[in-house]
DNA sequence: GTATCCGGTAAGGGTAATGATCATAC
DNA sequence: AGTATGATCATTACCCTTACCGGATA
């Protein structure tokens, strides 16, 4: 099935030919001390506590034919020195880009958020148009909404290149220099084009927005996605609380609300970090999206500035709306830029100091609402490496790996370029199929293996009162069962089999009519636009977390296919023939006892998924609606249930 | 001299897509 | 008993976060 969560659409390679022989890839910028094997072997808390006095030492054959860069390696003294010289020709260098960008006066800040407004009123005010009876946007020629993929339709504008507000470098915004043509396209509001408006403060910007159509502008906000350089904007946090896209806020309903059931406890948001404390409930803090967009903030100062200063920022997988903007921010920066394709690879993939461009990373950044800086550098480089995505394996390049490692030891990056893969792809590979392939076993799993499975994670978490979700070191898990099984098959074997069964007293639990009634009505109150933008984790909740974040998903999968013609429709209307068709609580299953026959592999109850048959669903007004619909919409459902009607019929 | 920041690399942990097998309903 | 459907299990490429550390800079 081709999934509207394919890494192939959220994320494109660059549309040229690029040689990755031109490009400064970062193979052996520098010689210096990794990690030993021994470490690796440890679980993240064993290295934690070996940090400090580890003394590294990495069997580099190459370090080792190296004398000179090895002495370097082991001693401190050479480096100082050359520290030294450099510090006296750092003191009279001009300043870098990044410090220069830091270092911005309240006026450049100011004049930056203005660019960063109007740009905002752009996208609102083409989105708005876009939505309208009278479009005019410009459409490029042979654009065909009935061609864009259904994860594409919350985007209900052309690519990104047609917009027309490219981001103004730091501290070079004229707000009296005209804007581009198609920068406020569509009919001009209340007489005027927004060009023409000139906007002394955020305030007036706020003025000129209220002037709008507030309503349209919501549902505009709603569809359109992040709005592309909403954390640039000087608003106040409830300014932009007012702007916030609703992914910003997602908690799904609790089951017990779900089935009519007081609920006994609160199911915590975790990829939101710090979305749920007291007082800090707008995440457009001006200052800590700066902060994301310009600090390089590591996981541990991360930590500390939700714990002190309630900073909130993003986790997870990039959405498709995130990629999108990221796509168009990196498009606009070339653009604005003049940059070649190599160019930008050059910045993307800089090899030396001088390349470096804090600046840009700073820009992509504030593209993406909390975001911080370093995730967005890591998935950039990720996703615009040219020896990305090669798909699987051939047996030459298994040998060619395993050659490579055994010269050059786990180098991952000059393993890279031996082999021709990502150092992130090459080190997959090797970790998860090549190590111990002599040992290791594929297939159905025996008893015996479960129960090991079960022993070694229970004894890693319940009995060190640790949680059995989240505190299991699958490396370590895998190595416990003598390699036979590599960390992935423990940890799914775990996650999708073995651990509901024991959540459940011991008896494999079957996925019920109610559980989908559950989910549907969970993903509804999520108030997404697109099924790419949901964190399955945040699904379950204390009272119904049998399931994994990993079944969830697939259940929903199993769900949206019911949908006839599911692939055309938007998550808005599959949503809305879903919300219809699981209007009504099912009863609970029966107990095991009065079933007709036992699954042999299962222990526990269950009940068919007849999703596509349901004929119980008659009533809209059901279940938490959370959107008026238009009229394509109501015509899509209608049909929809007509068609399920005479399926019901036929059978 | 020291603290801090930037950013490159590797490791740990997780997800998505897909295929195979088998239970169940009809 | 045969068949269609869907549940379950398994595999593997791909992805994100964090740790670590060297170099640059304040």
């Known amino acids: 099935m081709q999934s509207i969560t394919t890494p192939a659409m959220a994320v494109d390679p660059l549309p040229v030919n690029i040689n990755p022989e031109h490009i400064s890839l970062p193979v052996e910028k520098k010689k210096k001390k990794k990690r030993s094997r021994e470490d690796d072997q440890a679980s993240p808390h064993e290295r934690k506590e070996s940090k400090k006095k580890r003394k590294h030492v990495n069997p580099d054959p190459e370090e080792l034919e190296e004398p000179s860069s090895a002495a370097a390696v082991d001693s401190d003294a050479p480096a100082k020195k050359k520290k030294k010289k450099k510090k006296d020709k750092g003191k009279a260098k001009a300043k870098s880009a990044e410090t220069a960008l830091a270092d911005q006066t309240d006026a450049e800040i100011e004049a930056n958020s203005h660019a960063s407004a109007a740009a905002l009123l752009?996208?609102?005010?083409?989105?708005?148009?876009?939505?309208?009876?009278?479009?005019?946007?410009?459409?490029?020629p042979g654009y065909d909404p009935r061609l864009i993929p259904a994860s594409a339709h919350f985007m209900p504008y052309p690519p990104p290149m047609h917009f027309g507000f490219p981001m103004a470098p730091p501290g070079t915004f004229d707000p009296s220099a005209p804007q581009p043509s198609n920068a406020f396209?569509?009919?001009?509001?209340?007489?005027?084009?927004?060009?023409?408006?000139?906007?002394?403060?955020?305030?007036?910007?706020l003025r000129a927005l209220q002037e709008l159509d507030m309503s349209k502008i919501a549902n505009v906000l709603r569809t359109l996605g992040d709005a592309p350089t909403a954390p640039q904007l000087s608003f106040t946090p409830q300014q932009l609380d007012q702007l916030s896209p609703p992914d910003l806020q997602q908690l799904a309903t609790s089951s017990n609300a779900l089935l009519g059931v007081p609920a006994k406890s609160n199911a915590g948001h975790k990829r939101l970090i710090n979305m749920a404390m007291p007082g800090n409930e707008q995440p457009g803090n001006i200052n800590h999206a700066h902060l994301l967009a310009n600090k390089w903030l590591g996981a541990s100062k991360l930590a500390e500035l939700v714990r002190t200063e309630g900073l909130v920022y993003k986790k997870g997988k990039f959405s498709a709306i995130e990629e999108h903007l990221i796509r168009s921010a990196v498009a606009n920066i070339q653009h604005v830029r003049q940059l070649s394709d190599q160019e930008l690879l050059e910045i993307i993939f800089s090899k030396n100091d001088k390349n470096r461009d804090t600046a840009f990373w700073s820009e992509l950044t504030a593209a993406v609402p909390l975001r911080p800086i370093i995730a967005v550098y890591h998935h950039v480089r990720r996703s615009y490496h040219p020896m990305k995505q090669q798909g699987p394996w051939k047996p030459d390049e298994d040998d060619l790996l395993k050659q490579a490692v055994a010269d050059l030891g786990q180098q991952w990056e000059k393993v890279s370029s031996r082999v021709g893969r990502m150092a992130s792809d090459c080190r997959d590979r090797y970790r998860n199929h090549l190590l111990n392939r002599d040992i290791r076993i594929t297939g159905p799993w025996s008893k015996e293996e479960e129960d090991q499975l079960t022993q070694i994670v229970t004894d890693m978490t319940v009995k060190q009162g640790k949680d059995v979700d989240n505190d299991v070191f699958w490396s370590k898990v895998s190595e416990l069962m003598g390699g036979r099984r590599g960390r992935q098959q423990c940890r799914i074997k775990w996650t999708d089999a073995l651990s509901k069964t024991m959540k459940n007293e011991g008896q494999k639990p079957r996925w019920s009519q109610q559980d989908a009634f559950i989910l549907v009505h969970k993903v509804d109150s999520l108030n997404v636009r697109d099924d790419t933008e949901i964190d399955w984790k945040l699904i379950s909740d204390a009272d119904w977390n049998l399931w994994s974040a990993h079944t969830l998903q697939r259940r929903w999968l199993t769900l949206k296919k019911s949908v006839k013609g599911y692939e055309e429709m938007t998550h808005q209307e599959i949503m809305d023939i879903l919300r219809i068709k699981k209007a009504h609580l099912p009863p609970p299953p029966p107990p095991p006892s009065t079933r007709k026959r036992e699954r042999k592999v299962t222990s526990a109850p269950s009940v068919n998924e007849p999703d596509s048959r349901d004929s119980h669903a008659t009533t809209p007004e059901a279940g938490p609606s959370n959107g008026p619909g238009t009229a394509s919409e109501e015509s899509v459902v209608e049909r929809q249930l007509q068609e399920d009607d005479s399926t019901d019929s036929d059978s």
Do not use: C, K, W
């Open 185 to 205: 396209p569509g009919p001009p509001p209340h007489g005027n084009t927004f060009s023409e408006l000139s906007f002394g403060s955020n305030e007036e910007v």
């Open 122 to 140: 752009s996208a609102i005010v083409a989105a708005s148009v876009t939505n309208s009876e009278a479009p005019q946007m410009p459409v490029p």
